[in-house]
């Protein structure tokens, strides 16, 4: 049994990975693996004892060097090109597609147009070379007669970027177009009531975040007061309740610290944000990804596209995981520089990843007084001013808070830049993250090392190294350094990345037939840092890439606060979830609902509730008996005590969970809720679950909360269904 489970594991462990059916890299890692040898994986590789002697080792061991090289040294660019002619094909077909009244199919293709169009100048036999603005022309004439100025403005924007470049027709019916649209967004814009086509435009481009319950956390990013954190020795570091919490709460808030879209979303998601297309954008290089826009095209422009650009088709078609591709994000974003900051820090003897952020690392020819940049002189006023608050309130009015207001007075956009620099200091908490490291085997770090070792080779391929060793060189120690990054990326996402999903609503009722569909994963590090419950206290949702977690029933001080990592027990055995936990996770579940094993659905019933004494600080929980009518005798405390109230108030739940399920019939959410949260305080109050009709109160609660994530439901009218390939 041992054995199987053991290799149930290493089977869980691999698909982390890589894909255990296509794709060159397991072709690679098994052709290596056989000229290594197991004896030598063991003995050998398995004495090494940090992430760099192993990437270096892939690299210089003369068992497998050559045959390392062999196939890494052939690693080149590969990428779906721009092309003038699919381009003008798309326009045509999108104008005569617009003609015969055809919108969502013209969009379709005008869009397609858009995203496949070189840049101007770049293929002159084509529309003489300005393919692109006569697409990004085509398109916002038509956003034009959808009644959609604002979106056929932000094409033309983009066409004004070039307009010195056009040639005389195409600069007069721009300027034509634009001073229509700019009549018709006035229009728009005195209207008391925004048309629909105006709400679909702004659908995707504004994130609005929900506050956090309770105020937020001065030490855990992104939570709530709620919340800390405690270190046992048994569950490691987890998430329990600072204060009381109540279902509905808000607990965390959090953007991810990398994110990466699933490669089948590519042609209807942004590739940055995560939202649906509305009027996509692409890459000045490429045909692979498309951008909502501008903000999100630059963004990733300026980051991790830069460098994953031309490798996008090669990183797909190597059969890696998402997680693997997750991983080297985390290294593109940050580009060179940013990653050997992260090394050194993490390689110094008293680092603490537990802090927030560190400083850029220093050289030796900086040793003595430095002087503050202004973000640095901005985060230093905000932490003097938060302490100031903390020690003697905020009534009276600070020198420091009189000094901030008139700060903001002279840049109203202070808060935005400062949020910019925060996000430019080297988050470490990621790093802390449990990567089980000790318990790996020598064959799991051997796979790894290879995955991290193609990697370097692509991101050596693309020009993201400064000084770039040649391929019969032995990489040089930053290039080794970034490796070593991207074997600890690839043993840590194994364990606390998070599937993101957006919501698709049932065809013809809100939520019969909804689902979560899941576009990417990304690593959250507040998030992850909750402990796993069969019978999870929280549910989560997400808003484009940001997680929102709130709790679905009420919780005291001290209570542990945990999410699902996956297995319900309503859904799957005992023995089920904890194959499956021990497989994924490398833990057997001990939660309350697999020490008592509780029943799945079938067999659940709103008989197996149990009653709290009513006795203050007893902990019995009685069975529920036909009759309560009569005092009983609690064993515990050894009172007589009446339990009837506490069934009465049991019952009244249980008639407040049919009105919740009753208003999502209805299609009314925040009702439902309402009758929910109500219910579950007073049912936690007086009772211990299982208890069938609390459970699947729950389970609605949740799909109530989701209804204010990102959501979706196909429009066969609407410009959200777009799917660009």
């Known amino acids: 049994m041992a054995e199987t489970e053991g290799g149930y594991r290493n089977v869980c462990s691999l698909e982390t990975l890589r894909s255990g059916k296509k794709g060159f890299f397991r072709d690679f890692s098994e052709n290596v693996s056989r000229v290594a040898g197991e004896q030598w994986i063991s003995k050998v590789f398995g004495r090494l004892t940090s992430d760099e002697e192993r990437i270096r080792t892939i690299f210089t061991d003369g068992k497998i060097k050559d045959s390392v090289s062999e196939t890494l040294n052939r690693t080149s660019i590969l990428y779906r090109e721009k092309d003038g002619n699919a381009s003008r094909t798309k326009r045509l077909e999108g104008l005569e597609a617009a003609a015969a009244g055809e919108r969502r199919k013209a969009l379709l293709l005008l869009s397609q147009a858009v995203l496949r169009a070189p840049s101007p100048g770049k293929c002159r036999t084509i529309d003489r070379g300005f393919g692109l603005p006569l697409a990004f022309l085509a398109r916002a004439d038509h956003f034009l007669a959808s009644d959609q100025p604002a979106l056929a403005l932000e094409d033309l924007s983009f066409v004004e970027e070039m307009n010195r470049d056009l040639p005389a ?94 490669p089948e979303f590519f042609g209807t998601h942004c590739q ?40 996008l088709a090669l990183l797909i078609g190597s059969g890696m995981s998402v997680l693997s591709m997750l991983a080297l994000r985390m290294v593109t974003q940050r580009g060179e520089t940013g990653c050997y900051e992260i090394y050194g820090a993490l390689n110094q003897p008293d680092v603490a990843t537990e802090r927030v952020t560190t400083r850029p690392l220093t050289t030796a020819a900086s040793d003595g007084p430095t002087k503050q940049s202004k973000s640095a002189k901005r985060r230093s006023r905000r932490k003097r001013l938060r302490n100031t608050r903390r020690e003697g309130g905020t009534r009276g009015g600070t020198e420091e808070e009189e000094t901030e207001q008139q700060r903001k007075k002279e840049n109203p956009r202070a808060d935005e830049d400062d949020a910019k620099d925060v996000d430019d200091d080297v988050d470490l908490r ?23 070792a193609f990697l370097l080779k692509c991101l050596q391929r693309v020009g993201f190294f ?69 019978y999870p206290a929280v549910t989560r949702y ?181 799917h660009i390939r």
């Open 466 to 534: 400064e000084k770039t060793t040649k391929d019969e060189e032995t990489p040089n120690d930053r290039e080794i350094a970034v490796a070593s990054l991207l074997l600890r990326h690839l043993q840590l996402l194994q364990f606390n990345a998070h599937e993101v999903f957006e919501t698709r609503l049932g065809a013809e009722h809100r939520f019969r037939g909804s689902r979560p569909v899941y576009l990417g994963v990304a690593i959250y590090p507040t998030v992850a840092r909750f402990n796993h419950d069969c």
């Open 272 to 311: 940055h944000c995560f939202s649906r297309f509305v009027a996509p954008v692409g890459c000045s290089d490429c045909s692979s990804v498309a951008f909502c826009g501008r903000k999100c095209r630059d963004a990733a422009m300026a980051s991790y596209h830069k460098y994953e650009c031309k490798i």
């Open 542 to 722: 997400f808003l484009g890439r940001f997680i929102v977690i709130r709790a679905i029933r009420s919780l005291l001080p001290g209570d542990v606060v945990a999410e699902n990592y996956g297995p319900i027990f309503t859904k799957r055995t005992l023995e089920e979830r904890r194959r499956t936990l021990a497989g994924r996770y490398w833990f057997r579940c001990e939660c309350t609902a697999c020490r008592e094993n509780w029943p799945r659905f079938e067999a659940l019933t709103n008989d197996h509730v149990r009653l709290r004494c009513p006795t203050e600080g007893c902990s019995k929980l009685h069975r529920r008996l036909r009759d309560f009518d009569s005092p009983v005798q609690c064993s515990t405390c050894r009172r007589k005590v009446h339990l009837k109230q506490s069934l009465d108030c049991v019952r009244e739940c249980e008639q407040l969970y049919a009105r919740g399920f009753a208003a999502m019939e209805e299609e009314e959410p925040e009702r439902a809720l309402k009758a929910f949260f109500e219910a579950a305080n007073k049912f936690h109050r007086v009772a211990v679950p299982p208890h069938k009709d609390t459970h699947l109160a729950e389970i609605a609660a949740s799909a109530c909360m989701a209804d204010e994530g990102t959501v979706y439901r196909l429009d066969s009218l609407s410009s959200e269904s777009l």
């Open 430 to 452: 990621v790093y802390d993250l449990v990567t089980h490291e000790k318990r790996r085997t020598a064959k799991d770090f051997f796979e790894r090392s290879l995955m991290a």
């Open 169 to 262: 027709e195409l600069r007069v019916q721009f300027a034509r177009t634009k001073e229509t649209c700019e009549k018709r967004k006035g229009e728009n814009e005195k209207s008391v009531v925004p048309t629909e086509s105006e709400k679909r435009s702004r659908v995707g481009l504004v994130v609005a975040l929900p506050r956090l319950s309770g105020g937020r956390n001065a030490r855990l990013p992104a939570a709530s007061a709620l919340l800390e954190i405690e270190e046992t020795e048994m569950a490691g570091k987890r998430v329990i309740a600072a204060k009381r919490i109540d279902p509905g709460d808000r607990l965390v808030v959090e953007a991810p610290h990398a994110s990466t879209l699933l």
